[in-house]
């Protein structure tokens, strides 16, 4: 499990947001894949409030509650509207250019990442949003990722988080999926942002369907509940440590 945080020379991301947060726009910034064709964030909408949040995210927004960990906060876009909701939050980015951001904002950002350990806080709500199961990376990682989670969580609290089924990716038109069983689970993709030409190190980013989910939450001694689903294959889960 990779526990390191970017480095501020190859933070893509961090850097469109960093511009964004000064000027109020930034260049493109760039996602690229082994499976696709070069794709673009537009970077105001890491910057969305809570009104064009999609619904998924405002219920797991309204869902929160207690002292609550943003994993991957990037913006602070999250953390931001639960502060105006009232609620707690501390927000973790591997990106220290989102994290200077966030803390101009007025977030308690802390440049951490998930999988370090040193960071022992507990919280009764982890959220993960905008395809938050993207840093699980593989399904190898599953088992260390829940081991994580149930280190962060205080009794009885619960992880918010949500994904795509990229299912449709690879539906025949009778419903029928064309998937050879011998190639790798179909929602394991491979990024790597780009931003005024820096390219930052790739990643491997985790898109996964709900009954897979609920699968490796049940091997690793948690439950998995489906609390909405979106219009288009994707869904918000919660999970919780089984007593
Ligand atoms: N949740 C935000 C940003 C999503 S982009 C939103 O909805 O707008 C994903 C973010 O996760 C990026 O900012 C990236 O730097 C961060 N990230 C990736 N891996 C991480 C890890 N292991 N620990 C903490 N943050 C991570």
């Given at each position: 499990m990779d526990k390191s945080l970017l480095n501020a020379g190859a933070d893509p991301m961090g850097a469109a947001i960093y511009d964004y947060y000064l000027k109020g726009e930034a260049d493109t910034l760039i996602v690229h894949s082994s499976m696709f064709e070069d794709d673009e964030i537009p970077t105001e909408d890491l910057f969305r409030s809570f009104d064009d949040m999609p619904e998924l995210e405002k219920i797991a927004l309204e869902e929160a509650q207690g002292r609550i960990l943003d994993v991957g906060a990037g913006s602070g876009c999250h953390s931001i509207a639960l502060q105006t909701m009232g609620k707690e939050a501390v927000a973790i980015d591997i990106s220290p250019l989102s994290v200077e951001v966030m803390k101009r904002r007025g977030v308690d950002a802390r440049n951490v990442n998930l999988y370090d350990e040193s960071f022992t806080d507990k919280f009764d709500t982890i959220l993960m949003l905008m395809n938050g199961t993207g840093i699980i990376g593989t399904l190898e990682n599953m088992s260390a990722f829940f081991a994580r989670i149930r280190q962060l969580l205080s009794p009885g609290g619960s992880l918010l988080i949500d994904s795509s089924d990229l299912r449709y990716l690879f539906e025949e038109e009778d419903g029928s999926l064309m998937i050879?069983?011998?190639?790798?689970?179909?929602?394991l993709l491979d990024y790597q942002m780009e931003y005024k030409g820096v390219k930052g190190e790739p990643f491997d980013w985790l898109y996964v369907d709900f009954e897979t989910l609920a699968f490796y939450a049940e091997e690793n001694g948690f439950s998995a509940e489906l609390i909405a689903e979106g219009e288009h294959y994707d869904y918000l889960a919660k999970l919780y440590v089984n007593i």
């Open positions: 050879d069983l011998a190639d790798d689970y179909y929602g």
